[in-house]
């Protein structure tokens, strides 16, 4: 029981679908579900419509946050590695790096294209910025929409098998190795994700990865019903990745990042085999990794807090690492009910309705 004032909490991977899908999120809904969940700020994702591969969509997210005033989370927005992320032709990352891209990711998509990935690589280097990438191979996702598991098995859906993840990795640790770049691996899903980036931290590459709170909590050979608000992109891993998963944060080898991705009840409509991929995450993030970490694994708080502050800092240029100073503050009480009839979020694609978690946050 007390309250836990601990340094600001960073989610270096979020979508809030501003410009584009705005029924599902928009720029202010989506920082009022991050100060609702405890957060200083948030990196926001480039896989909006138009894509972030313009100085000009960065300053426009970045104008409808100082729109909000000094109260609001701050938003530091990502930027795409290939033009339109088409993954077909470097994007203009010296201009986006000016104009404040916070790294460069195709986030929702991998770039399969072995010269193209060389080049955004080598040029990120040069600008001293991350690439931070996707890791599902599509030519190995092959329509697929879940792990093996018997929920798979029953409803007779096409799988996704782990080397989709492994093989992506691999590749672009290859490329870290030969560019000199700084790697982020996003939602790590996988043993075998796990232990590739292991090795890689062992030979001294900058390679680092982030795990997110459904990955951590949820299993696919768990699931029971045909409920896409289990569907992600990822899909979650069996109950041997969620293990490895655990036990990579614990050791400090992955920092935490939610992936909120709203969506409407009309995309995650049709199940496993039609429903988009994503939930949203922002408003229980603290809270899950706090009952699955701290309580569940025993991971000090301290390590707790540097997984959603010093690791996520770690990615950003100095300038906007140095702009997080406000505290995120938590209440750690009797267990309550999560109700997402009362977030702030505009999508409700949410698995954690009903479930108890005894971490508040403490909202400015």
Request: with cysteine.
């Amino acid at each position: 029981m007390g309250v836990l004032a601990l340094p600001g909490f960073v989610d270096v991977h979020v979508h809030f679908r501003d410009p584009g899908t705005p029924a599902a999120e928009t720029t202010a809904t989506g920082l009022a579900a991050a100060a609702r969940g405890g957060f200083a700020a948030v990196v926001t994702m480039p896989n909006t419509s138009p894509a972030c591969d313009s100085a000009a969509v960065i300053r426009r997210q970045l104008e409808a946050r100082a729109a909000l005033g000094d109260g609001a989370p701050l938003l530091f927005p990502s930027a795409c590695i290939t033009k339109g992320r088409l993954g077909g032709e470097v994007a203009d990352l010296e201009a986006l790096a000016e104009a404040g891209a916070a790294f460069f990711t195709d986030d929702g998509s991998y770039v399969c294209d072995d010269a193209v990935m060389e080049e955004a690589m080598r040029r990120a280097a040069a600008l001293g910025l991350v690439v931070s990438q996707h890791a599902l191979d599509p030519r190995l996702v092959a329509g697929g929409v879940v792990r093996d598991c018997p929920l798979a098995r029953r409803l007779g859906l096409k799988v996704i098998p782990a080397e989709a993840e492994a093989a992506a990795i691999r590749r672009d640790i290859s490329l870290c190795r030969e560019t000199g770049c700084r790697l982020h691996v996003q939602h790590i899903s996988t043993a075998d994700g796990v232990a590739l980036v292991r090795a890689a931290q062992r030979e001294g590459l900058s390679v680092t990865a982030e795990a997110t709170p459904h990955h951590l909590v949820f299993a696919c050979d768990e699931l029971e019903a045909d409920d896409a608000n289990y569907k992600m992109a990822p899909p979650l891993g069996n109950r041997e990745d969620r293990a490895e998963l655990r036990k990579a944060v614990k050791d400090g080898v992955l920092m935490f990042a939610t992936d909120h991705a709203p969506h409407t009840a009309e995309a995650k409509a049709g199940g496993f085999a039609k429903a988009a991929n994503g939930i949203i995450g922002l408003e229980t993030a603290a809270a899950a990794t706090y009952a699955v970490m701290v309580e569940g694994e025993g991971m000090a708080v301290d390590a707790w807090a540097r997984a959603w502050h010093d690791l996520p800092l770690s990615l950003l240029p100095r300038a906007l690492a140095e702009q997080v100073t406000a505290q995120s503050r938590f209440e750690v009480g009797s267990p309550r009910p999560v109700d997402v009839a009362g977030f702030a979020s505009r999508s409700r694609n949410c698995p954690w309705n009903g479930m108890e978690f005894s971490l508040r946050p403490l909202t400015r």
